[in-house]
């Protein structure tokens, strides 16, 4: 019932307000035609000089609007101008870049072909190369077993040498023993025998200046030999060796360095595969770049890209420069190999020339001299009779001495004279024809061995013989 009675009243009140705007709406639309017309009035023109000014407005407005068109034509033309110029310069552009690429292209095959060249040659080389290298090891080996043969040779020498110097001491001491046997029988003899004795002591005192001026002379030569034998045998050749062993470290540091340097250029020659494979991406991405300029056009951000063939030029230089610095140093190998035999050759002639030398004087104890003329031996001038009261001195004298030396048969040994034990004096010429020769001193040292010769009687036991007699 409440609901009805809303409904209603919203109907009515519907009807009401539609009842006052049918009663309004004439009012309202006449309202809106009257100020309608007013403002038409007031926009149209409606005198002739109205009329005039508003066609002078419209045509002002169509000529501005013209030339606004035209400065827009304009405009547009100098931009298509400007489109073509840039399209041209970008054509252009592109025909460089072409043509570099082919320029590139080109040079990778003549990078491949290079390459293909170094290998084939570095491989063909590899045989003669380690070929070489064997030539020098077995050449390096020689060298040390001329070295230890040399080294044996200079401590034959240094104990020949040593063995010279013995001899010589063991000289000294005879002539010391002797002077001292001659003063003693001048001393006992002064009184009982005078022209004999006189004449035999003038003898022997002659003799025995001989025998010290000949020990002095091997002596000296003694001393020049040790000296030499010494700076030769120990200081050239311990700097020699030194240095044959450095140049032989060098040697092996130059064949180490000749085997990573062909290492190094398998390295280069993969970096070379390497780079040339980046120029191939790099001249496929310039290719893509080609292919977007032509279809987008758009603004070319790169200016100028130095060749890419520079870098391998120089790459390849540098692999040339150092195949050459191999080979140089090969050839320096070779240059010091012929030198160090060079040198060890001269070695060998100057210790062979230094053997030569010594061999001859160790044999006959002093330099050669020419052959004397027989003259009476020292035996057949103290042949003399002496007093029988010296004999049993002389005797144990002689005993003596020969007990001391016996253990150096074979040291220095004097030509020997047979006498007679029954005092007759005479002497055989076979004994007789010179002076007794000096002591020899190994005629071969670099044997090493000396052969075992019978002892002979010594001066002082071959007077002591004649004083029995």
């Not at 001659?182 to 004999?196: E, F, I, P, Q, Y």
């Amino acid at each position: 019932m409440i609901n009805l009675y809303a409904a209603m009243l919203v109907t009515l009140g519907f009807l009401v307000a539609a009842l006052i705007v049918v009663v309004l709406l004439p009012a309202y639309r006449r309202r809106i035609e009257r100020f309608t017309a007013e403002a038409l009035k007031r926009t149209l023109p409606l005198t002739e000089e109205e009329i005039r000014a508003d066609k002078d407005r419209l045509r002002a407005d169509f000529a501005m609007e013209v030339h606004r068109l035209e400065s827009k034509l304009e405009d547009a033309g100098l931009m298509a101008a400007r489109q073509r110029v840039e399209v041209n310069r970008r054509d252009a552009k592109i025909q460089e870049l072409s043509e570099a690429i082919a320029d590139q292209k080109m040079s990778v095959e003549e990078h491949e072909n290079a390459r293909r060249v170094l290998e084939q040659a570095i491989l063909d080389r590899l045989p003669k190369v380690e070929q070489r290298l064997s030539e020098t090891r077995k050449l390096l080996a020689t060298r040390d077993r001329e070295i230890k043969t040399l080294a044996a040779t200079g401590a034959k020498q240094a104990a020949a040498l040593e063995e010279a110097s013995q001899l010589n001491k063991q000289r000294e001491r005879e002539i010391a023993q002797l002077r001292t046997t001659l003063d003693t029988r001048a001393v006992r003899n002064r009184d009982s025998v005078k022209g004999a004795a006189a004449d035999a002591n003038v003898a022997l005192r002659t003799e025995l200046e001989a025998l010290r001026e000949k020990s002095r002379e091997q002596a000296a030569m003694i001393e020049r030999l040790q000296a030499a034998g010494k700076m030769a045998s120990n200081s050239e050749q311990s700097a020699e060796i030194k240095r044959l062993m450095l140049a032989l470290a060098k040697t092996e540091a130059e064949l180490n360095g000749i085997k990573s340097g062909l290492d190094g250029d398998d390295a280069e020659r993969m970096a070379l595969e390497d780079r040339i494979a980046d120029i191939q991406v790099a001249s496929d991405a310039k290719s893509t770049e080609i292919a977007k300029l032509k279809a987008m056009l758009q603004a070319y951000e790169d200016r100028e890209h130095p060749p890419a063939d520079f870098a391998q030029k120089a790459d390849m230089g540098a692999l040339q420069a150092e195949i050459d610095h191999q080979r140089q140093v090969i050839t320096e190998l070779r240059a010091e190999i012929a030198a160090g035999q060079e040198r060890l050759s001269r070695q060998a002639i100057r210790f062979h020339e230094e053997m030569r030398r010594v061999g001859p004087a160790g044999e006959n104890g002093a330099p050669a001299t020419p052959p004397e003329l027989p003259r009476p031996s020292l035996a057949e001038r103290i042949s003399a009779p002496r007093p029988p009261k010296l004999a049993a001195n002389d005797t144990e004298g002689s005993a003596a001495s020969e007990s001391a030396r016996e253990p150096r048969q074979g040291s220095s040994p004097i030509r020997a004279l047979k006498v007679p034990s029954n005092g007759a004096g005479d002497v055989p010429k076979a004994d007789l024809d010179g002076p007794p020769p000096l002591p020899a001193s190994d005629a071969e040292p670099a044997q090493g061995v000396q052969g075992a010769s019978p002892r002979r009687p010594r001066l002082l036991e071959r007077i002591s013989g004649v004083d029995k007699g």
